[in-house]
């Protein structure tokens, strides 16, 4: 990706890495890769925080404040991954 910015878009400020869904172990992976990049500033997660989580709350099989702690503790797990991801 840096190779593709430079050549197309000198001007470019910077890329986040969406996070697509994808499960945490394998985002984990990706921001070891992003962060070698010089373009990949951070990353954008949504679903990957909320969606199981949504979908247990939204059958009501755990209550708000169960959604609220796991929610919490995914987006935290991806902190960290991000924080120690070994950067170039």
Not at 46 to 75: H, M, P, Y
Request: some cysteine; aromatic content about 8%; charged content about 20%.
């Amino acid at each position: 990706i840096d190779a593709l910015i430079r050549l197309h878009d000198p001007y470019c400020r910077g890329v986040v890495l969406l996070g697509s869904n994808a499960p945490i172990t394998e985002l984990s992976k990706a921001f070891i890769n992003a962060k070698q990049s010089h373009s990949c500033r951070g990353f954008a997660v949504g679903r990957s925080i909320f969606q199981t989580s949504a979908e247990a709350w939204l059958s009501n099989k755990i209550s708000d404040e169960v959604l609220v702690e796991k929610c919490t503790e995914r987006f935290t797990r991806l902190i960290h991954a991000w924080q120690n991801a070994p950067s170039s």
